[in-house]
């Protein structure tokens, strides 16, 4: 549930920059939620305020429009994965075996407790002909970006000589990546009937072994 945000009271008697601070926190929570239950199209400005306690007015000191919201809530969540998956490269054959593992049982992990970046590219897909080019030219570059880490890490295992050198690192890419929102949509669909854990380890292993290097 979204808490009751506190309006900041203001005495200076000239006018000063717009200031991030901890209402914009409640701000992109509520922005996040209503994303996530409406669409992007679904989801008004006076929709945020109403769940953020706050006047439509007020938004525009933190927020200029929809967009931003938007953008801000992509920013949010992209942080925390960011952080999450943030590792330096693994320079054994042994330790890049358990890296790769650990890329899909991260994300097993962060889909059941922040699902908000398989969800905002789902959203995308489906209101893609709804959205402005800016949100649109962001989430692609999300996209390519997810897309390149993957393709360094294929890279990677073959220069370790755990993957086979005739591996296509831009196909495999496109592997693990399709596995991994393919199976998140998998679980939100049936919850946890579906074993996401277990099935992404599955999966990771099935890469190595099909991928791997002749001994």
């Known amino acids: ?21 901890s209402l914009d926190h409640v701000l992109v929570d509520a922005a996040m ?11 008004s400005l006076a929709r945020i305020a109403r769940a953020a306690g706050v006047t439509k007015g007020a938004l525009y000191w933190h927020f200029s429009d929809k ?11 992209l942080g925390e994965w960011r952080n999450a998956f943030a590792r330096k490269p693994a320079v054994s054959k042994a330790e890049f075996r358990d890296e790769f ?6 994300n097993a992990e962060l889909n059941e407790s922040n699902p908000w970046v398989s969800r905002l590219l789902l959203i995308i897909t489906l209101e893609s002909h709804k959205l402005g080019p800016r949100v649109l030219r962001t989430m692609r570059k999300v ?18 000589g755990v993957f086979a050198s005739t591996v296509n690192p831009d196909w495999a890419g496109e ?3 399709t596995t991994l929102l393919g199976s998140a949509l998998l679980w939100y669909l049936h919850g ?6 277990k099935s992404l380890r599955r999966q990771a292993r099935e890469f190595l072994r099909a991928w791997s290097a002749p001994e």
């Open 192 to 197: 946890p009937k579906y074993d996401l854990h």
């Open 33 to 43: 939620d209503l994303f996530a239950s409406y669409g992007y199209r679904g989801t």
């Open 175 to 177: 592997q693990m990546w």
């Open 101 to 106: 593992i650990s890329i899909f049982e991260t």
């Open 143 to 160: 996209n390519h970006g997810q897309l390149s880490h993957l393709r360094h890490v294929v890279e990677n295992g073959k220069a370790l």
């Open 67 to 77: 967009e931003e919201f938007f953008l801000a809530v992509v920013e949010r969540v």
């Open 1 to 21: 549930m979204i808490t009751q945000a506190r309006r900041s009271i203001r005495t200076a008697p000239v006018a000063q920059p717009r200031r991030r601070g």
